[in-house]
């Protein structure tokens, strides 16, 4: 599993953090880009989320939402949604992809809930289901590439 994609909604607040947490997390050799099912096209990541990302040492400033589509399911080895919905509406839409959709909170069956709209709170709290998820989700890619 090289290829990791993590989607949300908008692609602005959920899955930019995950995007950005692997990237650091699994360091070279791997390719981590994010996606939303009804994407906030080119717009860089919620100030919210940057912020928290930033007081965790995360530079989030280079991030520009794109939908999701057939190339970038295709790219992906593995695909990481925040919620049980997201996994549903790719498996509906694009049948070939069961078997490498993965909610994000698998490990603990838990959806993350989406923070946009709501108050600095709500983001504190998705960035803690995040952060403290992407560890298993670390150690299963780099298990799958004998890294671990």
Not at 59 to 70: E, G, K
Not at 71 to 77: E, R
Request: overall charge neutral; hydrophobic content about 40%.
């Amino acid at each position: 599993m090289k290829n990791i994609l993590v989607v949300c909604t908008g692609n602005i607040c959920r899955s930019p953090t995950g995007e950005y947490l692997l990237k650091k997390e699994l360091g070279e050799g791997f390719n981590v880009m994010s996606a939303g099912l009804g994407a906030l096209v080119d717009h860089p990541a919620h100030e919210l989320s940057q912020k928290i990302a930033l007081e965790h040492g995360v530079d989030m400033s280079a991030h520009h939402a794109r939908q999701i589509n057939m190339d970038i399911l295709k790219w992906a080895d593995l695909v990481l949604v925040m919620e049980n919905g997201h996994k549903q509406e790719i498996i509906r839409k694009y049948p070939w992809t069961e078997g490498k959709v993965f909610r994000y909170g698998e490990s603990v069956q838990v959806d993350i809930p989406d923070p946009y709209r709501r108050p600095e709170s709500a983001f504190v709290l998705a960035w803690n289901f995040i952060s403290k998820l992407t560890p298993y989700w670390v150690k299963k890619i780099k298990e799958s590439e004998g890294q671990a």
